[in-house]
């Protein structure tokens, strides 16, 4: 289901170019406004359909097993702190729900460079960095040798 944007909404802003992580959303340098320029690297995200302030990039599905004539709206609304999102269907029954924005504030997030550096013995962990405690837990749940020896039951 790769993005279009409608032409006409658009304001040129980069927003969606900024937050794309295929780094496909462009602006066309004749017209000023926002297209996916290769649209088969679309992961559908819909990163770009959220952060878009005028609500103009919409995601298709491939004629060939989307069916025809379906829809799937997302609108974000900051001052709500929410994302709506309005699914239709082909034989026109239609969903909606309401979600939460859990996007982190902007420029919250620490970068590598501001936590401690990891002990040498670190490296010989199977732990990701900062796990368990930043995963809220005491231990990583991990099979014994005797689990392992039965198998899953
Ligand atoms: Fe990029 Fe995601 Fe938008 Fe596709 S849906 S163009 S991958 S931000
Ligand atoms: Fe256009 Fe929306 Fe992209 Fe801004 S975020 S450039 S308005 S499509």
Partial sequence: ????????????????????????????????????????????????VKACPQNAIDCRGYADFAPMGHSVRALREEEKGTI?????????????FVSPIRTTPWGSIKSAADYEAPSLDAMKSQELAHEPEALNIDVLPALTPDQLKLGVL
């Fill in 1 to 48: 289901m790769p993005t279009f944007v409608y032409m006409t909404r658009c304001d040129g802003c980069g927003h969606c170019v900024d937050i794309c992580p295929s780094d496909i959303m462009h602006i066309d340098p004749t017209y000023r406004r926002a297209y996916n320029i290769e649209p088969n690297m679309c992961w559908e995200c819909y990163s770009c």
């Fill in 84 to 96: 709506s999102w309005k699914i239709k269907f082909r034989d026109g029954r239609e969903k909606n």
